[in-house]
Nanobody, 125 residues
Framework: QAQLVESGGGLVQTGGSLTLSCAASGRAFSSYAMGWFRQAPGKEREFVAAINWGGSSTYYSDSAKGRFTISRDNAKNTMYLRMSSLKPEDTAVYYC??????????????????WGQGTQVTVSS
């Protein structure tokens, strides 16, 4: 059973940093593009960042650009999201996804192949 499991969420103060991890198991996700989405209470799920299968190309939402860094270690079947300068509006459940091979496959897809269960990030003011 292919599975994505997020970890690293928690409570952090405004301006702080947090690193999320997404561990993949059950298949080799090294051939998939991967990314992060988030959903805040009462809001629609939104794209945050994506990385292509080899890690050579990344893409960020405007809100994440300059503050978040996505990376992956295919040898460990793990993807990361380093978040810094966090703001209260970053509070959300963050989901790991896998789909296609390129960052555009993640951003443009209506239905993504794999989703994790989510990890809560709360930024206090």
């Amino acid at each position: 059973q292919a599975q994505l499991v997020e970890s690293g969420g928690g409570l952090v103060q405004t301006g702080g940093s947090l690193t999320l991890s997404c561990a993949a198991s059950g298949r080799a996700f090294s051939s998939y593009a991967m990314g992060w989405f988030r959903q805040a209470p009462g809001k629609e799920r939104e794209f945050v960042a994506a990385i292509n299968w080899g890690g050579s190309s990344t893409y960020y939402s405007d809100s994440a650009k300059g503050r978040f860094t996505i990376s992956r270690d295919n040898a460990k079947n793990t993807m990361y999201l380093r978040m810094s300068s966090l703001k209260p509006e970053d509070t959300a459940v963050y989901y790991c996804v896998a789909h296609g091979q390129s960052t555009t496959d993640i951003v443009g897809a209506r239905n993504l192949d794999y989703w994790g269960q989510g990890t809560q990030v709360t930024v206090s003011s």
